[in-house]
């Protein structure tokens, strides 16, 4: 494999036969954005994909929560062309075309993440960072200002904070790759969460669905043998939970913080009544990997299997592959052999897969829906965070609450707003902990650092107007953005819970996550594509009752 530099850009090349693919990456993501600024890389790729009509994302293209990547395959020619046409655009981009790619208000959920792995992040790492994944369905990217999608580009789209891969040998002149030069950014390291025992949480209400588990890996062989140990064990297990699943997705993913830091995510689909059978299998194929390892003849099956798939692919391909992991791994300033050939595979042994589950079992987190109670051994419940406060001005639920359930409050209190639902779970924000807040049509909502969403909802809390109006005063100004950009989710705004269970467990298919704004009715049916009438009507007087008129019909 051959490296050099063009325009300062490390660019890693190795030549395949047929067409040619290009890669190019940045060290960016949700991960450096902060909850403020959270879907700002998604923006950038966005007006890259808007612009470039020729340019054709495949799967590497895209933007994840700590790197971007630009794709492009074809002639040699053609797709040096490509890469420096998006280097271009990154380095200036047109002022209307930013503002077309603002002004598209539907642009909300531009994070591809399962919602039990975006729980996961969010329990870890609280509202920041890669913890904002959670919150990627509930915020537009329509708030931002062209000037910060600029400062944005300037400080991570540069030379120093990209690699580039290609398929073909970097001939001299052949590639510009005009990006602005720049330093890398200074990127916090982050610590992986570490607990003395495993523990599970509740992730959501509905239509909050499914299983994840985390746990803390390695970027080596063992744990990339491990991971594939674990695809094959799990993939049952889902058949079991789902009539109709293709089984082709893979059912593991890993975010890569450093060489020593990986999150290994295990997301399993399924329904809220089977969640608790779902997370005992899982747990139950983690323990008995822990306990003897994988037999040698499973270790020797997939590695054949993976022999078989290499050889399945066109060279071009496997050349792609190989070189595209060699520039992410220099991304993250990792060097040396790649850890998932073949060579490395073979030497991992069966007791090197139990020893690396049994630490990461250990300060493993699994997350279920609300609801849901687990009884696994040697996971304990995660320890509430927020405490029931003292004192401060209660506001109560104006609707009744259901048997046996407690009536939500809101408490303004002195330093912080703290709310309890009806299930007597507390979450407070200090004030000084508000990472993001916004009023909107008389309703606010402010996130907190560790996770917290309160809304303050003056028809579901009646009198609590004051702490609506006094937000903007109590809160720093740069952390809030528009108002009427905003959007509140039916769940959270409380009018309309069981129109949202009844939309979720329709059988024409329900939503992942409801969101509604100041829309036309048009619009609010376009979000509902396969809800029955019954639902659409329900969900309609719940609008109303949020003040939101009309009537739903079917398209």
């Known amino acids: 494999m051959g490296e050099s530099h063009v325009n300062g850009v490390p660019v890693f090349w190795q030549e395949g036969s047929g067409e040619v693919s290009g890669f190019l990456l940045f060290r960016v993501g949700l991960r450096d954005e902060g909850l403020r600024h959270a879907g700002l890389t998604s923006v950038v790729v966005s007006m890259v994909r808007r612009v470039t009509g020729f340019f054709v994302p495949t799967s590497w293209s895209g933007s994840t929560l700590d790197t971007v990547v630009f794709a492009a395959t074809g002639a040699r020619a053609e797709v040096c062309a490509q890469l420096d046409e998006v280097c271009e655009l990154l380095a200036d981009p047109p002022e209307d075309l930013i503002e077309n790619v603002l002004s598209d208000r539907g642009a909300a959920g531009w994070l591809d993440v399962s919602r039990p792995t975006a729980a996961l992040l969010r329990h870890d790492?609280?509202?920041?960072?890669?913890?904002?994944?959670?919150?990627?369905?509930?915020?537009?990217?329509?708030?931002?200002?062209?000037?910060?999608?600029?400062?944005?580009?300037?400080?991570?789209?540069?030379?120093?904070?990209?690699?580039?891969?290609?398929?073909?040998?970097?001939?001299?002149?052949?590639?510009?790759?005009?990006?602005?030069?720049?330093?890398?950014?200074?990127?916090?390291?982050?610590?992986?969460?570490?607990?003395?025992?495993?523990?599970?949480?509740?992730?959501?209400?509905?239509?909050?669905?499914?299983?994840?588990?985390?746990?803390?890996?390695?970027?080596?062989?063992?744990?990339?043998?491990?991971?594939?140990?674990?695809?094959?064990?799990?993939?049952?297990?889902?058949?079991?939970?789902?009539?109709?699943?293709?089984?082709?997705?893979?059912?593991?993913?890993?975010?890569?913080?450093?060489?020593?830091?990986?999150?290994?995510?295990?997301?399993?689909?399924?329904?809220?009544?089977?969640?608790?059978?779902?997370?005992?299998?899982?747990?139950?194929?983690?323990?008995?990997?822990?306990?003897?390892?994988?037999?040698?003849?499973?270790?020797?099956?997939?590695?054949?299997?993976?022999?078989?798939?290499?050889?399945?692919?066109?060279?071009?391909?496997?050349?792609?592959?190989?070189?595209?992991?060699?520039?992410?791994?220099?991304?993250?300033?990792?060097?040396?052999?790649?850890?998932?050939?073949?060579?490395?595979?073979?030497?991992?042994?069966?007791?090197?897969?139990?020893?690396?589950?049994?630490t990461a079992m250990r300060s493993a987190l699994v997350v279920v829906p609300d609801g849901v109670e687990l009884a696994l051994p040697g996971v304990e419940p995660a320890t509430p965070t927020s405490r029931a406060p003292v004192g401060g001005t209660r506001f109560e639920a104006a609707a009744a609450c259901p048997p046996q359930q407690d009536r939500e409050l809101l408490v303004e209190g002195p330093d912080r707003l703290s709310h309890r639902d009806a299930r007597g779970r507390w979450q407070s924000v200090a004030w000084s902990e508000v990472v993001g807040w916004s009023v909107w049509r008389g309703v606010a909502v402010v996130y907190g650092r560790n996770g917290e969403k309160i809304v303050a909802d003056p028809r579901r809390f009646p009198g609590c107007e004051p702490v609506v109006s006094r937000l903007p005063d109590l809160v720093p100004a740069e952390l809030g953005w528009p108002g009427s950009m905003e959007e509140v989710d039916i769940v959270a705004a409380g009018r309309a819970r069981q129109a949202m269970e009844d939309l979720h467990c329709a059988p024409e298919g329900g939503l992942d996550h409801f969101v509604y704004q100041e829309m036309s009715v048009r619009e609010l049916e376009r979000r509902l594509p396969s809800a029955s009438g019954e639902v659409r009507r329900q969900v309609a007087r719940n609008l109303r009752s949020l003040g939101v008129d009309g009537l739903l019909h079917r398209s």
């Open 125 to 358: 790492y609280g509202s920041t960072g890669v913890g904002a994944a959670y919150w990627a369905d509930d915020i537009p990217l329509d708030r931002f200002t062209p000037r910060e999608v600029r400062e944005h580009l300037a400080r991570y789209f540069v030379t120093g904070n990209a690699v580039c891969a290609i398929t073909t040998p970097v001939l001299d002149g052949a590639m510009r790759l005009p990006l602005p030069q720049g330093a890398a950014p200074h990127r916090p390291p982050v610590t992986l969460g570490q607990r003395s025992s495993a523990e599970w949480f509740s992730g959501g209400p509905p239509p909050f669905s499914g299983v994840g588990v985390m746990l803390p890996g390695r970027l080596d062989a063992v744990w990339a043998v491990t991971q594939d140990v674990l695809d094959l064990r799990l993939h049952p297990v889902q058949e079991s939970l789902v009539a109709r699943w293709d089984g082709q997705d893979r059912l593991l993913g890993q975010t890569m913080f450093s060489e020593d830091g990986v999150h290994v995510a295990i997301d399993l689909f399924c329904d809220h009544d089977a969640a608790a059978r779902a997370a005992g299998a899982v747990w139950a194929v983690l323990t008995e990997l822990a306990a003897a390892g994988p037999d040698q003849d499973e270790l020797t099956t997939l590695l054949e299997r993976r022999r078989r798939s290499e050889a399945g692919h066109r060279d071009t391909e496997r050349v792609a592959s190989r070189v595209f992991r060699r520039a992410h791994l220099a991304l993250f300033g990792v060097n040396g052999s790649d850890y998932r050939d073949e060579r490395s595979r073979a030497r991992v042994e069966p007791d090197q897969v139990a020893s690396v589950l049994r």
